[in-house]
Structure formats: C-alpha cells, structure tokens
C-alpha cells in the first residue's frame, strides 16, 4: 500500500482486514521525529517493498500497539523489524514480548505523548499525541468507515451505529468504569487539535475537535 504524507513528518499506510465478513482495514501511521527515527504506529503483514519504503522515511525505531485489542499482525511485524522495541499496553498477550508504552520512552520528548484510557482493564487503549502537528492517533475509541451496504448494515446491527464517525458498542461495553474514563479523556479534550487519525476507516482531517466532541457526547462522555 502506498504512503499518504497526512502532515509533516506524519504518514499513513492502509492494510486490508477483514471481521464478520467486512472490510474494516487497518491503519499504520508513521511518525517521523525530528532525530530522524521513527514511530511505526500499529503492525501490519509488511512486505519487503513496504520494509524498504518506510525505512525510505528515516530509520525505524519503535513498533507501537496502543490497545489489547490489536495483536492481529504482531507476528508479522516482529518478522519484519525484528530487532525493534515493541511497545504496548501492561497485558500485552505474553507470547510477544512488549515493553509498556507508558510512560513513553525519552527519546520522544514533548514531540510524541501518550495518554492512556482509564477505566477499560481489558482494552488499555492508549491515544498518541503528534504535538508539532496537533494530531491525535487512535485505535479503537472511534471507527471513520466509508463502509459498504453490507458493511453498513453489519455495524448498525452489531454495534448500533447508524453513522460514521462513532463509537462502536463493543468499545462502549469495554467501559467499566465511565467516571475514571471521563477523566482520562480530560487532558485530551484539552489538546490543540488539527487532525485524528483512526485505526478503522479514514482520518479525520477538518473540525477534529468538533468531531471528537460530538462522538463523545453522542454516548454521554
């Protein structure tokens, strides 16, 4: 899959993946820190040609999985940079070795933050923070799908969205407890926000906040 440059220093590649008979793809962003190395956001079944165009980039440095949720590739992309570091949430499946994800490593400095979600012990989804560009990176806390009808229909039946961008109700049931998960997102509403990037489906690139806000506040966060 080709490079989409979404901001500087920032890219998106996008994967096929399938659930349930839909397409609902998965997103590896690539972040570029001014060192020069980089931030491989999300694993995916990378290609030789894939290796070479992302180390086109810089010099890759970090894999990073920012929920339980998505172990999907993890082989695959330990296959492909096998000598990197590979970050993720306190859970991580034990038959990957992972290194927590927060708090995050000092060679990111205020370049790349990370923000946990509290209040989802089986999910630990962790939203990055691409500060020189204002861009927020999520896995699971809401889907952007142009779907299909089948696709469509799937989602309104399953996870009780009739539009997109939401939150799907898997996601909303992972919550156990909404109050500290509120607070989680406090520092996060607080962001300047130029754009989002989502695991599942399209980036969001105008009214980031606004759509931030009114996805949240759809199920009462």
């Not at 993890?74 to 949430?89: H, I, Q, T």
């Not at 089948?150 to 939401?166: D, H």
């Not at 509403?189 to 949240?216: K, N």
Request: aromatic fraction near 10%; charged fraction near 25%.
């Amino acid at each position: 899959m080709p490079m989409q440059a979404i901001a500087d220093q920032l890219w998106i590649t996008r994967f096929p993946l399938r659930q349930a008979g839909c397409e609902i793809g998965r997103m590896v962003t690539v972040i570029r820190l001014a060192s020069g190395e980089l931030v491989i956001h999300s694993t995916a079944p990378f290609e030789p040609a894939q290796v070479e165009a992302l180390e086109a980039l810089g010099r890759p440095r970090w894999l990073v999985e920012a929920t339980l949720f998505h172990d999907t590739y993890v082989a695959e992309g330990r296959r492909a940079f096998p000598n990197l570091p590979y970050l993720a949430p306190p859970g991580f499946p034990d038959s990957f070795e992972s290194t927590p994800l927060d708090p995050a490593p000092v060679e990111w400095g205020d370049e790349l933050e990370v923000y946990p979600l509290a209040g989802m012990p089986k999910v630990r989804e962790h939203l990055l923070y691409h500060r020189p560009t204002g861009t927020l990176i999520v896995a699971d806390l809401f889907f952007n799908l142009v779907p299909d009808t089948w696709t469509r229909l799937f989602f309104r039946a399953v996870s009780g969205i009739r539009e997109f961008p939401a939150m799907s109700r898997l996601f909303r049931l992972m919550i156990r407890d909404r109050e500290a998960f509120g607070r989680s997102l406090e520092p996060v509403r607080a962001l300047p926000l130029e754009r989002i990037i989502v695991a599942p489906g399209e980036p969001v690139l105008e009214d980031a906040r606004a759509t931030l806000e009114r996805v949240l506040a759809r199920h009462g966060l």
